[in-house]
């Protein structure tokens, strides 16, 4: 029996001393991939955003579009016009009154339809003039070009009987979107990010997969995983409200920090709500798993 003994527990200590260095790489390839995942929670909302939130032209005119109602937007949209046309006309003492009347009639126009119209066909024209410069790696500065509003300014003072009206020209009005040295920093990040569109996603949601069918406590590493893509949403809420900051003081000292502020809060009012809806889920995910067992537990005794 004693002779025995020793075959006997030899095969078994073999396998429990095999099983160690497998479990350990197993862990730690968990860990690493669940860590990766929360990584890319942030950069899947930024490439999905970048590719179909701003680098797709209908779809940033419709996110564009409601600031034609915007009061800031309307307001620097009337200073730019009538500063344009009054370059243009000279009336001597009543400088100061045909001003304060251009400025109505424009106020005025903000409030129609067919603002509505031109104010779109320029934020199409300024898409495909980022796009441009983004992909020729184009130097000038980007700008919203406001001719075609100046024009209907135009014909609506023309239409009213006001004397020079007919004689304004139409001139290319401009207000900056981006500065030239802006692009270069931008330019590479945005053609990554627009290049991974919603594949960046699917890569967490792989390795978080992933990461928990290689973990030997499962509802640990949900909970951890959940926990981290929520930090990491946060993470990404709070780069863009100092984005927003950083922003509105780089602007150039003739543009509305208001309008400029709407327009920077338009455009990202997707992406906020995409890192406000992962802070949620990731939470409630966490504690649901977090809960469950120990809701059983109660229900059983």
Same mark, same amino acid.
């Given at each position: 029996?004693?002779?025995v $003994? %020793?075959y006997? #527990? @030899?095969?078994?200590?073999? =396998?429990?001393?095999g099983?160690?260095?497998v479990?350990?790489?197993?862990?730690?390839?968990s860990?690493v991939?669940?860590?990766?995942?929360c990584?890319?929670?942030?950069?899947?909302a930024l490439?999905?955003w970048?590719?179909?939130?701003?680098?797709?032209?209908?779809?940033y005119?419709?996110?564009?579009a409601?600031?034609?109602?915007?009061?800031?937007?309307?307001?620097? #949209?009337a200073?730019?016009?009538?500063?344009?046309?009054?370059?243009e006309i000279?009336v001597g003492?009543?400088?100061?009154?045909?001003?304060a009347f251009?400025?109505?009639?424009? +106020?005025s126009?903000?409030?129609?339809? @067919?603002?509505?119209?031109a104010?779109?066909?320029?934020?199409r024209?300024?898409?495909?003039?980022v796009?441009?410069?983004?992909?020729?790696d184009s130097d000038?500065?980007v700008?919203?070009d406001?001719?075609?509003?100046?024009?209907?300014i135009? =014909?609506?003072l023309?239409?009213?009987g006001?004397p020079?009206?007919?004689k304004?020209?139409?001139?290319?009005?401009?207000?900056t979107?981006?500065?030239?040295?802006?692009l270069g920093?931008?330019?590479?990040?945005?053609?990554?990010?627009r290049?991974?569109?919603v594949w960046?996603?699917v890569?967490?949601a792989?390795?978080?997969? *992933?990461?928990?069918?290689? @973990?030997t =406590?499962? +509802?640990g590493? #949900?909970? $951890?995983?959940?926990?981290?893509?929520?930090?990491?949403? @946060?993470?990404?809420?709070? $780069?863009?409200?100092?984005?927003r900051?950083?922003?509105?003081d780089?602007? %150039?000292?003739d543009?509305s920090?208001?309008?400029g502020?709407?327009?920077?809060?338009?455009?990202?009012?997707s992406l906020?709500?995409?890192?406000g809806?992962l802070?949620g889920?990731?939470?409630?995910? *966490?504690?649901?798993?977090?809960?469950?067992?120990?809701?059983r537990?109660s229900?059983? =005794?």
């Amino acid at each position: 029996m004693d002779s025995v $003994a %020793p075959y006997a #527990v @030899a095969p078994v200590a073999s =396998r429990a001393a095999g099983a160690l260095p497998v479990g350990v790489p197993k862990t730690v390839l968990s860990a690493v991939l669940l860590v990766l995942a929360c990584l890319l929670v942030p950069l899947g909302a930024l490439s999905t955003w970048a590719k179909h939130g701003i680098g797709d032209r209908d779809s940033y005119v419709a996110t564009m579009a409601p600031l034609a109602s915007d009061d800031a937007v309307r307001t620097a #949209v009337a200073d730019e016009v009538t500063g344009a046309v009054m370059k243009e006309i000279d009336v001597g003492p009543l400088q100061g009154t045909v001003e304060a009347f251009v400025r109505d009639a424009v +106020r005025s126009f903000t409030h129609t339809a @067919a603002y509505r119209t031109a104010w779109e066909a320029a934020n199409r024209a300024a898409h495909d003039a980022v796009r441009r410069a983004w992909s020729d790696d184009s130097d000038g500065a980007v700008t919203i070009d406001l001719a075609p509003i100046t024009e209907q300014i135009k =014909r609506q003072l023309a239409d009213d009987g006001v004397p020079f009206a007919s004689k304004i020209p139409v001139r290319h009005t401009e207000i900056t979107v981006l500065q030239s040295t802006d692009l270069g920093r931008l330019r590479q990040s945005f053609h990554v990010l627009r290049a991974a569109g919603v594949w960046l996603a699917v890569a967490a949601a792989v390795l978080a997969v *992933a990461g928990v069918l290689l @973990a030997t =406590r499962r +509802r640990g590493a #949900v909970i $951890a995983t959940a926990l981290g893509a929520a930090v990491a949403a @946060a993470a990404l809420a709070g $780069a863009v409200a100092v984005g927003r900051a950083l922003t509105l003081d780089d602007l %150039p000292s003739d543009i509305s920090r208001e309008a400029g502020g709407a327009v920077y809060d338009a455009l990202t009012a997707s992406l906020r709500t995409a890192a406000g809806v992962l802070v949620g889920v990731g939470v409630l995910v *966490a504690l649901g798993v977090w809960l469950l067992p120990r809701l059983r537990g109660s229900a059983r =005794r």
